[in-house]
């Protein structure tokens, strides 16, 4: 594929309030994932994969020093050569989420203009999925439409009041949006991936700009599916629509179970993340573990059952981990008991300490703190 022919924006413009304090110091596209991956890192490799190689983020200025850290000259997905451009881009919130300023337009149209490209990939950071794009891209360029739209049929349950609900024809055309049906189990969620003929993009992106209070890209692109009919296109692979504490947790589970593992992070496409060099994790004589996954650089003394840590952890001797999400850096002491957590980056958790929430209620324990004392739920 022709790289200076694609354009792409990565948009993280949803906030939830259902994170609990997850996202107060970084934002949602920059969560852990898995033990070693961030979610952005899906985004991005599917870009990469499909050989587009001109990006640009839009993020809420508030909390974007973790995204600089993250991905740095861009080199693991492809963005650090001489034909590579990326860039990011900083929002204040008026008026609601909804609601962008100028200075948002300006830079998102000033970036558009000047790419040159005839399609732009709009993508959004709280899906999580390892799409072709040159699929979607082929098809689109078949069907010679403005815009083509990503779905996915999803359970009720999956969905939240952010999500859109798509209304399609027969012929794969979006006719409509609708509320949830009573009679059906599963719904046509609209993932929030778009193709877009890039010179009609930056003419309604210019009629959009001169309202009185013009909507952020995503929130345009929603409304542009409708009024011009575009083709819906069918994502059938795994995906999890991360809304709330309780959806992000579900999605690294999943992770443990073997066919949604293969199915997201070994399809025909592979996924890049920032590389460290680290020594392997070592575990003790006196470590028990069942159904877990570790990354690099971790030791592990206690019992670790149905859970995922990150790099660069210390689980103590009689410490027991069960179905907990475990960010880099944390210390578990001696004899703790965790039980249905996700533990932020940097915890150190006293020796005895019993922390535990369920399954449906995840404990989260917020970033760098010390725990001397019982969380139960």
Not at 156 to 170: G, V, W
Request: aromatic share 10%.
């Amino acid at each position: 594929m022709k790289i200076d022919k694609y354009s792409a924006i990565l948009g993280n413009a949803i906030g939830y309030n259902d994170m609990s304090g997850l996202t107060d110091k970084r934002p949602l596209a920059n969560l852990p994932f898995d033990g070693k991956y961030r979610l952005i890192d899906f985004q991005l490799s599917s870009l990469a994969n499909a050989g587009i190689r001109s990006v640009y983020g839009i993020f809420r200025g508030q909390n974007i020093r973790s995204v600089f850290d993250h991905i740095r000259s861009g080199r693991e997905w492809g963005f650090h050569t001489l034909l590579s451009h990326y860039f990011l881009g900083f929002y204040n919130t008026v008026g609601g989420e909804e609601v962008a300023d100028r200075d948002y337009y300006e830079q998102v149209l000033t970036y558009l203009k000047r790419s040159g490209s005839n399609q732009t990939i709009y993508m959004t950071c709280d899906i999580l999925c390892n799409i072709n794009l040159e699929e979607v891209i082929h098809l689109h360029n078949a069907s010679k439409r403005n815009i083509t739209v990503v779905y996915k049929k999803l359970p009720k349950t999956s969905l939240s009041p952010a999500n859109e609900i798509l209304a399609i024809d027969d012929f794969d055309n979006i006719v409509g949006k609708k509320e949830m049906s009573e009679g059906s189990d599963l719904e046509p969620m609209s993932v929030d991936i778009y193709v877009v003929n890039t010179p009609w993009l930056i003419e309604k992106l210019e009629e959009e700009s001169k309202q009185e209070n013009p909507r952020k890209l995503r929130y345009l692109l929603r409304d542009l599916i409708v009024t011009e009919e575009s083709l819906a296109f069918e994502y059938t692979g795994y995906l999890a629509n991360i809304c709330s504490v309780k959806s992000y947790y579900d999605a690294n589970m999943d992770m443990l179970d073997p066919q949604k593992f293969y199915s997201l992070l070994y399809s025909n496409q592979k996924v890049y993340t920032r590389v460290k060099n680290e020594e392997s994790t070592y575990f003790d004589q006196s470590s028990k573990v069942s159904n877990s996954q570790f990354a690099s650089g971790s030791v592990i003394k206690g019992q670790v059952d149905h859970s995922i840590v990150s790099r660069g952890c210390l689980i103590e001797e009689g410490a027991q981990v069960v179905g907990s999400l475990i960010f880099p850096k944390v210390t578990i002491g001696q004899n703790v008991v965790l039980e249905y957590a996700i533990v932020d980056k940097g915890v150190t958790i006293d020796a005895g300490v019993t922390i535990r929430g369920t399954a449906e209620q995840p404990v989260v324990v917020s970033k760098g703190q010390r725990v001397k004392e019982d969380i139960i739920v």
